[in-house]
């Protein structure tokens, strides 16, 4: 009577565990970056109701000052002020969003909480000029900000 092989022997199993240690080793990495950079998303989507409300005072020219030729968002702008809404409470990773006029007038700065290594994320406005004439806020992620270099966001 022929004897036929039942189940894996020692060394396939032994190597099954080493590749899939070895995969382990390779992966989990990458799912601690993309876990942070979701968990990071609710400190950026906390900034777009004020980049909105920043755009549409711009836009309507309320919160805009004139030197020279140069336009430039007023540096009284702030939070509850020319229709831009309070900041958003503290919640989950969100620590905070404030309006910090000394970097650049309009910058927003929102910081996470200890959960996401109090990253920061900010926000420096620019002004542009559209083709009908009107002013368009341009928006671009500051250098300063800390989520750039543990790649929770990027440049825009």
């Not at 809404?85 to 007038?105: E, M, R």
Request: proline share 4%.
């Amino acid at each position: 009577m022929k004897r036929t092989q039942q189940g894996a022997k020692l060394l396939e199993l032994m190597i099954v565990i080493v590749i899939l240690g070895i995969l382990g080793i390779v992966l989990f990495p990458v799912y601690q970056t993309h876990s942070k950079k979701l968990d990071f998303q609710q400190i950026i989507d906390a900034t777009a109701p004020i980049k909105r409300a920043i755009e549409k005072c711009v836009y309507d020219n309320t919160c805009v000052e004139v030197s020279g030729d140069h336009p430039a968002i007023s540096a009284a702008v702030a939070l509850g002020a020319f229709g831009i809404p309070d900041a958003p409470p503290a919640s989950g990773k969100l620590a905070s969003v404030v309006i910090d006029n000394t970097i650049a007038s309009g910058t927003i700065v929102a910081s996470a909480t200890a959960g996401l290594d109090d990253l920061t994320y900010v926000l420096k406005p620019s002004l542009a000029t559209g083709e009908d004439g009107s002013l368009n806020v341009m928006w671009e992620v500051d250098d300063s900000s800390t989520c750039l270099a543990a790649g929770a966001c990027k440049k825009e």
